[in-house]
């Protein structure tokens, strides 16, 4: 059984810093990726940042050059978020890739609230 719990978030004012972090606990074969998606209220749900086991990141472009994404070992990622702005108001969720084979399962974290007052 795979467990993905997230931590951090909470309410910051618009321009101001918040760190998120998520830890991967189970079985796990082989870790492929790991994300951070956000939904905001009536919306769907985005890819924020994403890591691979290389490496390798990718962002959303409305948050290249403010959020950052890194890996603190093998199964804890982390995203730092600078610069905040209101409309990154959402649920923060954390979803990790395993790879089992030529096959790839997601799973996904409980969601942390980030909230950014103007």
């Known amino acids: 059984q795979v467990q993905v719990v997230e931590s951090g978030g909470g309410l910051v004012q618009a321009g101001g810093s918040l760190g998120l972090s998520c830890t991967i606990s189970?079985?796990?074969?082989?870790?492929?990726?790991m994300n951070w998606y956000r939904q905001a209220p009536g919306k769907q749900r985005d890819l924020v940042a994403s890591i691979t086991t290389g490496g390798s990141t990718n962002y959303a472009d409305s948050v290249k050059g403010r959020f950052t994404i890194s890996k603190n070992n093998a199964r804890t990622v982390s995203l730092q978020m600078n610069s905040l702005k209101p409309e990154d108001t959402a649920v923060y969720y954390c979803n990790v890739e395993i790879a089992y084979g030529l096959s790839r399962v997601n799973y996904w974290g409980q969601g942390t609230q980030v909230t950014v007052s103007s």
């Open positions: 189970g079985n796990i074969f082989s870790i492929a990726a």
